[in-house]
């Protein structure tokens, strides 16, 4: 039921690397377009290693982490970086992937993650429609499977709205568009505690 979303590499952030040190972002970014995930990583552990400091190569390695599967540690790379700011949007972004991407994770996670970035980016950014449309599918994922309160019910179509509103030529927006309107259509009222639509 989950649709993967390629995740966003965040290139802008490396404007302040000086000339004369390794460009290690640059090369570990090179690694993670070829799908070489492995000498990523490699990369970017050797760039934490340069500099323990730096949030960027932290995150990066966390994404490769979670394109490798390994859930687990890429979250506890994330976690390292918003101990230390949590208002870090590339860290919460890919929080917010990883627990998507892993089944084994509850969808509340993910939620969770996405809601806390989603005032922190621009309304024009990819991302931001993105983050609906992942709030709705995990939501949708948790109707599905341990059911929803109104008021989850309810923002589950307020994201999707967001994102058709945003995205309207998208691929999948006739198939959100159509499952919006049925859930509007039989959605009971908010006298009932959870309510489950398989």
Wanted: net charge neutral; with cysteine; aromatic share 14%.
């Amino acid at each position: 039921m989950k649709k993967l979303i390629p995740p966003i590499v965040f290139l802008t952030f490396a404007s302040y690397f000086s000339y004369a040190q390794t460009d290690y972002l640059s090369k570990g970014n090179e690694y993670f377009q070829q799908k070489n995930y492995s000498k990523a990583e490699q990369t970017f552990r050797e760039a934490i290693h340069s500099d323990s400091s730096n949030f960027i190569y932290q995150c990066q390695l966390a994404l490769t982490l979670t394109e490798q599967g390994k859930y687990k540690e890429s979250q506890e790379v994330l976690e390292h970086v918003l101990l230390k700011d949590s208002n870090n949007v590339a860290a919460l972004w890919y929080a917010g992937m990883n627990n998507f991407q892993n089944e084994k994770a509850n969808p509340r996670i993910a939620i969770y993650y996405f809601e806390k970035v989603l005032p922190l980016l621009n309304v024009k950014q990819g991302q931001y429609y993105s983050a609906n449309l992942l709030i709705g599918q995990s939501y949708r994922i948790l109707l599905q499977t341990e059911g929803l309160s109104y008021n989850e019910v309810s923002r589950m179509l307020e994201c999707y709205s967001s994102y058709l509103r945003l995205q309207p030529n998208a691929d999948d927006a006739n198939d959100i568009s159509a499952f919006v309107k049925h859930i509007n259509q039989i959605r009971p009222t908010d006298n009932v505690g959870k309510w489950i639509n398989k």
